[in-house]
């Protein structure tokens, strides 16, 4: 195995995480529709487990790369910027789809739900209630992952530190808000198509503040290990602009589903 090279770009060793995950993201999809129509769980834990078990070890593979074996050149940071932009895109683009959707049902109520829109029977939730106090928890939370970037930029550990923290547990707690709100849902995703892209819509959309949890949660493990600094901190760069992105969205559909549509 050859130990040097003459180009700045990063030759990926055989891993066998993507066809893990790969596997492991069919078992969850299994697990899923099994869910869904026999109310067993137990793929859908198989799934889970093997998709966060596969994370932990991906990331820490790519971490050991960057930041401890330094093969992430310049050349190599601007490609993974460029990466996690097209991702962006492509998830602006998944969620275009549902909000396409629902403004197909909702501009033009069918007959089949009574030309009218919320359908008749349905009570939509209140925008003033918990949709709005989530919305300041996010707007907030992403002032405070700004305030870490900046702290990050300025060698502030302590306050980079204290302002990851903060924007986790608005993530935990949005989530939070966001289950005891299906739990008291007056209405389920099986009625009728405002059921649906409700709960698709939000639900895809509570899934990636999960996501985005998480990935701060790995910065800040990182920043407390001391992995990241002003001129090394990709990771924590793009975790600040997924967690925007994710932001974004959620206004988006504040004012479309639970305020316009309701």
């Given at each position: 195995?050859?130990?040097?090279?003459?180009?700045?770009?990063?030759?990926?060793?055989?891993?066998?995480?993507?066809?893990?995950?790969?596997?492991?993201?069919?078992?969850?999809?299994?697990?899923?529709?099994?869910?869904?129509?026999?109310?067993?769980?137990?793929?859908?834990?198989?799934?889970?487990?093997?998709?966060?078990?596969?994370?932990?070890?991906?990331?820490?593979?790519?971490?050991?790369?960057?930041?401890?074996?330094?093969?992430?050149?310049?050349?190599?940071?601007?490609?993974?910027?460029?990466?996690?932009?097209?991702?962006?895109?492509?998830?602006?683009?998944?969620?275009?789809?549902?909000?396409?959707?629902?403004?197909?049902?909702?501009?033009?109520?069918?007959?089949?739900?009574?030309?009218?829109?919320?359908?008749?029977?349905?009570?939509?939730?209140?925008?003033?209630?918990?949709?709005?106090?989530?919305?300041?928890?996010?707007?907030?939370?992403?002032?405070?992952?700004?305030?870490?970037?900046?702290?990050?930029?300025?060698?502030?550990?302590?306050?980079?530190?204290?302002?990851?923290?903060?924007?986790v547990i608005m993530?935990?707690?949005f989530t939070t808000?966001?289950?005891?709100?299906?739990?008291?849902?007056?209405?389920?995703?099986?009625?009728?198509?405002?059921?649906?892209?409700?709960?698709?819509?939000?639900?895809?959309?509570?899934?990636?503040?999960?996501?985005?949890?998480?990935?701060?949660?790995?910065?800040?493990?990182?920043?407390?290990?001391?992995?990241?600094?002003?001129?090394?901190?990709?990771?924590?760069?793009?975790?600040?602009?997924?967690?925007?992105?994710?932001?974004?969205?959620?206004?988006?559909?504040?004012?479309?589903?639970?305020?316009?549509?309701?």
């Open positions: 195995m050859l130990t040097k090279s003459n180009h700045p770009f990063h030759m990926v060793d055989m891993s066998p995480w993507p066809i893990i995950s790969a596997t492991g993201m069919m078992i969850l999809t299994f697990g899923l529709t099994k869910w869904f129509n026999k109310t067993d769980t137990t793929l859908l834990m198989l799934g889970t487990s093997i998709m966060i078990l596969t994370m932990i070890q991906w990331w820490r593979d790519v971490i050991r790369e960057s930041t401890f074996q330094g093969l992430h050149t310049s050349l190599v940071s601007k490609g993974l910027r460029w990466g996690m932009i097209l991702f962006i895109v492509s998830e602006i683009m998944f969620f275009a789809s549902f909000f396409w959707s629902f403004f197909n049902s909702s501009l033009a109520p069918t007959i089949e739900l009574g030309m009218n829109w919320p359908p008749v029977g349905i009570q939509p939730f209140s925008p003033i209630q918990i949709p709005l106090l989530n919305t300041l928890i996010l707007l907030s939370s992403g002032i405070t992952v700004t305030w870490a970037h900046y702290s990050l930029m300025n060698s502030n550990h302590s306050q980079t530190t204290q302002s990851l923290v903060i924007t993530g935990l707690y808000l966001q289950a005891y709100e299906y739990w008291e849902a007056p209405f389920t995703i099986s009625d009728n198509m405002y059921g649906s892209s409700f709960f698709i819509t939000t639900g895809f959309h509570g899934i990636h503040v999960m996501i985005g949890t998480m990935f701060l949660v790995t910065c800040l493990t990182r920043h407390i290990n001391k992995q990241l600094s002003t001129n090394h901190h990709f990771g924590f760069e793009a975790a600040t602009w997924y967690w925007h992105f994710v932001d974004v969205i959620w206004l988006f559909l504040y004012i479309s589903v639970y305020w316009w549509g309701k």
